[in-house]
């Protein structure tokens, strides 16, 4: 990736974590990337608590049942909450922000505004982590 050539005194960013919970379904399990995929509340939960955005492209949604949710994408993957895998990985994530941040504010569980820091401050790690086209880039654990 080519060095950032301009310099911003400030910038604000947001977080959006809408479909967080199935991103780590498929970052943990390569097999479902690139699939539709709706995490349940608990193993024998029928209700999404969340779905990729391959599911969305289908008209999942968030809150639905898992029958109707199926009627839309049948190829819908099923995948049962794992609660204390997203804390963690939020933890990390929350803590990324607060190094980053001048200003943190939490608005829904999901969206993180943030004001960043002056650029020098900065770790290093942030700019990787979007690829040109402005797409995210996988960050590994």
Same mark, same amino acid.
């Given at each position: 990736?080519?060095?950032?050539?301009?310099?911003?005194?400030?910038?604000?960013i947001?977080?959006?974590?809408?479909?967080f919970?199935?991103?780590?379904?498929?970052?943990?399990?390569?097999e479902?990337?690139?699939?539709p995929?709706?995490?349940?509340?608990?193993?024998?939960?029928?209700?999404?608590?969340?779905?990729?955005?391959?599911?969305?492209?289908?008209?999942?949604?968030?809150? #639905?049942?898992?029958?109707? &949710?199926?009627?839309?994408? *049948?190829?819908?993957? +099923? $995948?049962?909450?794992?609660?204390?895998?997203?804390?963690?990985?939020?933890?990390?994530?929350?803590?990324?922000?607060?190094?980053?941040?001048?200003?943190l504010?939490?608005?829904?569980?999901?969206?993180?505004?943030?004001?960043?820091?002056?650029?020098?401050? #900065?770790?290093?790690v942030? &700019?990787?982590?979007?690829? *040109?086209?402005?797409? +995210? $880039?996988?960050?590994?654990?």
């Amino acid at each position: 990736m080519a060095p950032l050539t301009c310099y911003w005194p400030r910038a604000i960013i947001h977080v959006d974590m809408n479909a967080f919970f199935a991103s780590v379904e498929q970052r943990d399990f390569p097999e479902l990337r690139g699939k539709p995929v709706g995490v349940t509340n608990g193993e024998l939960g029928t209700t999404l608590i969340t779905c990729s955005y391959e599911a969305r492209a289908a008209g999942v949604q968030t809150g #639905m049942r898992l029958p109707e &949710a199926r009627r839309l994408c *049948p190829g819908l993957i +099923r $995948r049962p909450a794992r609660p204390s895998v997203y804390a963690g990985i939020s933890t990390r994530i929350k803590h990324a922000l607060r190094d980053i941040s001048i200003n943190l504010r939490y608005g829904e569980f999901t969206v993180a505004p943030a004001t960043l820091l002056e650029r020098s401050t #900065m770790p290093n790690v942030i &700019a990787p982590a979007w690829r *040109p086209d402005g797409h +995210r $880039r996988h960050i590994p654990d």
